[in-house]
């Protein structure tokens, strides 16, 4: 009698981690429209004061709707996880685009899932996955054939800057993973202690160095509720409950898709053609992205 709910109780976890997963791909999928949007619609030369307004005003409505603040060590926590997953990601993400062609920017994003599968090992104290780390070089390969161009010029800055970002965000989600989600605190509290804390660490530089634009019109104010809500408030809301509920090797890897969803877009929207190359690329990167999700078989001892 109890032998059907042993057999259908793999299957089941099965299709509720596949569930999560195509879940949680939508953040980066989203993610990915950020660089169309900023082009297109915010004003030009303010990086400090858009990465502000993407994660502050999004806390504050996280705040807002949840009516929870954290709670003992949870307020050092939230300004860690702020700091490194906005307020020192976001400003080295634009330092990045500004310093660097945006297909440099992306490929050394896209380096994240591998340095995320070597901080799951210092930090979270997990076997090494070489079989993830390894669909994670094979994917920084695919977004590279995606995005690079001849006009791929190097810039010592951008580089660090491009691998500190990757790094800044590869090392909170870490500790995300790590400190887990206090009882009886919904996620879009978690996400809007640390969109808060992030933003108030930007406000002042933004403020001080950037300034506010003095031409937000119409479609400006478009482009920064989209950032808001979509970009940030509602993306990492799935981000960390998916984070919560998945391998985090695995989970890192579904960031592949932002600079893929960035290339097509641009492909629709500004009219930008994508070669035999291209498309060889977007197939390698989204057949890492896939196998990254599966586990690695083990060896069969030989007797």
Do not use: C
Not at 26 to 45: D, N, Q, S
Not at 72 to 96: D, H, I, Q
Not at 235 to 250: D, E, K, N, V
Not at 268 to 293: N, R
């Amino acid at each position: 009698m109890t032998t059907p709910i042993v057999t259908s109780a793999p299957q089941a976890i099965a299709s509720n981690r596949g569930g999560w997963t195509l879940l949680t791909a939508l953040a980066p999928a989203v993610w990915g429209t950020t660089y169309i949007v900023t082009t297109h619609l915010l004003p030009e030369g303010h990086p400090l004061f858009a990465a502000m307004m993407r994660a502050l005003p999004a806390g504050l409505i996280a705040l807002l709707i949840s009516r929870q603040l954290p709670r003992g060590s949870w307020w050092w926590k939230s300004l860690v996880l702020g700091a490194l997953n906005f307020g020192a990601f976001f400003p080295l993400l634009f330092v990045t685009a500004q310093t660097l062609p945006g297909g440099v920017a992306a490929t050394l994003g896209a380096t994240q899932p591998i340095l995320i599968a070597f901080l799951a090992v210092i930090v979270l104290q997990e076997k090494f996955s070489l079989w993830r780390a390894g669909w994670g070089v094979l994917g920084v390969l695919g977004v590279a054939l995606v995005v690079l161009g001849p006009d791929a010029a190097m810039s010592p800055i951008g580089i660090l800057a491009g691998l500190g970002g990757a790094a800044s965000m590869g090392l909170g989600v870490t500790l995300t993973k790590k400190w887990g989600q206090p009882k009886g605190v919904s996620a879009i509290s978690l996400a809007g202690w640390q969109l808060t804390a992030g933003g108030l660490v930007l406000l002042l530089p933004a403020l001080l160095i950037d300034g506010i634009p003095a031409d937000i019109d119409g479609p400006a104010m478009a482009g920064y509720a989209w950032l808001t809500v979509v970009g940030a408030l509602l993306t990492y809301t799935i981000w960390f409950t998916g984070i919560r509920r998945l391998p985090i090797t695995a989970t890192a890897l579904l960031g592949l898709l932002s600079p893929l969803v960035a290339a097509a877009l641009g492909a629709l929207i500004a009219g930008e053609s994508l070669t035999p190359i291209q498309l060889l690329g977007f197939a390698i990167a989204l057949s890492a992205m896939f196998a990254g999700q599966l586990r690695a078989r083990p060896r069969r001892r030989q007797t």
